[in-house]
């Protein structure tokens, strides 16, 4: 079983839909990262959460530490969201989960 | 501009190269990672440095061989690679390597090996 188990696997949404990714993890953690990966390889810092919620722009991300989850959101949805969005966890040791890839059709 | 810059930007090497991977990060941070990202595999860390000093190395083979020169500079030195090493290799700094920390990442190099 993995540590960071993210949901779902793959997701398409038409352009303008809220979308919801979901990381839950089974280790006690010092923070929780939301990392996006274009097509291309690069990656990007998306937030870095110990608790509560971020907001940047359209994004959106919660952590609830009791529960062992966290959730990004994307409200307005548009096709340059489309990458892959991976929940990196680390505490004593880093772990990370296999990504959603999200394709948003215009 | 990330801050951080990852050269080659792409690679391709036969099994009985010797190349080096570098990554520098102009942040002023002090710790420096180095990931692999295989076709439809999480990122795995394979390295990471705080302060100079390797604090992990997550079981990675002998034929990948890391140097921290300064907390600047990162390299991963490569040598009689197999043709399942062809992966994404991410170069990531934070300010710490413990605790806490965003981590900022370069481009990458995509490294093909024959």
């Known amino acids: 079983k993995n540590e960071v188990e993210q949901s779902p696997q793959n997701l398409t949404a038409q352009e303008g839909e809220f979308i919801t990714i979901n990381c839950s993890y089974s280790?006690?953690?010092?923070?929780l990262h939301w990392l996006q990966q274009h097509p291309g390889g690069g990656i990007v810092s998306l937030f870095m959460?110990?608790?509560g919620k971020k907001k940047h722009g359209r994004l959106i991300a919660t952590i609830n530490i009791q529960e062992k989850h966290s959730s990004l959101h994307i409200t307005a949805s548009h096709p340059r969201d489309s990458a892959v969005y991976i929940c990196p966890i680390t505490g004593n040791q880093f772990y990370f989960g296999t990504g959603t890839s999200l394709t948003v059709i215009p | 501009e990330t801050g951080v810059t990852q050269t080659p930007r792409h690679l391709v090497m036969g099994m009985t190269n010797k190349k080096s991977l570098k990554c520098e990060q102009h942040?002023?941070?002090?710790?420096m990672y180095w990931y692999k990202q295989s076709a439809k595999k999480p990122l795995e860390l394979m390295f990471v440095?705080?302060?100079?000093?390797?604090?992990e190395n997550n079981s990675v083979p002998s034929r990948f061989s890391p140097e921290c020169p300064n907390s600047s500079h990162l390299f991963l030195h490569l040598h009689t690679l197999q043709p399942e090493d062809s992966a994404l290799y991410l170069c990531?700094?934070?300010?710490?390597?413990?605790?806490?920390?965003?981590?900022?990442f370069g481009p990458g190099t995509r490294l093909t090996v024959l």
């Open positions: 440095y705080n302060f100079k000093e390797q604090t």
């Open positions: 280790v006690g953690i010092s923070a």
């Open positions: 959460l110990s608790s």
């Open positions: 990531a700094s934070s300010q710490e390597g413990r605790g806490p920390d965003t981590q900022y």
């Open positions: 942040l002023g941070h002090n710790a």
